[in-house]
């Protein structure tokens, strides 16, 4: 250990705080690897500073730290955790942007519009014991898992699904079933990049807390699978679900979709696309409606057709790996595959989630989606733009994190609360 390494060690610090309020957005290769430090960094700050106060004081204790360069290195050191520090407590604007627009979205009474049964279960008080150990929000022991049920077989692949509940018997609400959460696992559609096992939990596993069953489905994956094997399969799993999910004590009449990137993009693509043949062979007269989605940072056009994608990555992905074609030569296969093409005045409620800070999905594109989304759809449409948020934030329970799981509660429970007052 040298005050060259030291020193290095500190500039890199350094960088990866700036990276936070400054990320790499048009580069494919610099936008990954600011996608990592910035999510990894932003999200987990004072487990990463924690992390560098060990190593810097092994350096001190060693004798290394010494001279202008361990001088100066100590103090970028000490900068870079003030900007984390900063950064992360930021993630408390979040709190204020939600409710932004869940008013906009809903109504300003919107908390009124839900049934006081449900509006028990909102708490502003921030679970930090999540927050400062975040395995107990991944893997709680009181949350239920039922793993790798199959649902169908393509290809000689066994596509599964888990089931996740709260383990205690009481499930019960107003409606005595639990409301579905659909989730659609992200990873850029392709093999090793996301699953169903890691995605999403701190979502589950919070509405599961307040009497909801989720399902989280696989689908085949790039590059075997060629699109649209993968809304295919989706639409497969939904199907599953409806016929068999009342076995397990949920509501096959009130499924909520959701996903977080791709699987944004999937569970819009769902939504927004009930009944369509083309996503249902031999399965055609299948209702495969949904009663809401909630997308997390998806992708919404792949024809770019506002040329607001802010580099190629993208492009080269869905040419070589997801679709197999060029845009040039097969535009309708790009238009069948873009959500932003299937809008219409039908649409179930929509809640879009997107941070400012995303590299790898142009925050400009979600805005159109969902400018024109709200002037289409007859249902509410909220778009929350939280600040600070890098993509896959949800993954890990920090603190922006916790803050965005009760706008999500309150939106779902909003839908709940219409979809009850319908049925009388």
Known sequence: MTPILFFALA???????????????????????SFASGLVTGELAFHHITMQAIIVAAFILSGKVHGLLGTTGLLLFVCSWLIMGLFYFQANLT??????????????????????????????????????????????????????ISYHQVNGLNLKLDIRR?????????????????????????????????????????????GWICVSISYRLSPLATFPDHIIDCKRALKWTKENIARY????????????????????????????????????DFDSSVQGCVSFYGIYDFMDSGKLQTHSGLHELLEKSVLKASKQNNPELYQLASPIQHIHDEAPPFMLIQGDKDTLVAVSE???????????????????????????????????TELTLRGVEQFVFWVLSQYQIRLK
């Open 166 to 210: 709260l383990r205690s018997t009481g499930h019960g609400n107003a409606l005595n079933k639990m409301p579905v959460l659909f989730q659609i696992h992200g990873g850029a559609w392709t093999h090793r990049m996301g699953s169903k096992n890691e995605q999403a939990l701190p979502l589950m596993n919070y509405l599961c807390e307040r």
């Open 11 to 33: 500039i890199v610090s350094v960088w990866a705080s700036i990276n936070l309020y400054h990320p790499v957005k048009n580069y494919k290769h610099g936008a990954a690897i």
């Open 249 to 284: 004590g949920g509501n096959p009449d009130f499924i909520i979709a959701t996903g977080g990137s791709a699987g944004g993009h999937l569970s819009a693509l769902l939504s927004l696309t009930p009944n369509l043949p083309m996503f249902q062979p031999e399965f055609e």
């Open 95 to 148: 709190r204020a942007q939600i409710a932004k627009g869940l008013r906009e979205g809903l109504g300003t009474s919107y908390k009124n519009q839900i049934n006081p049964e449900f509006r028990r279960f909102f708490n502003p008080t921030i679970n930090y014991q999540r927050i400062l150990l975040p395995h107990t929000g991944l893997r709680p022991s009181h949350v239920e898992v039922i793993r790798n």
């Open 366 to 400: 979600t805005r159109l989606f969902a400018e024109k989304l709200c002037q289409a759809s007859n249902q509410a449409v909220v778009y929350v733009e939280l600040p600070g948020a890098q993509h896959a934030f949800d993954l890990l329970p920090s603190l922006r």
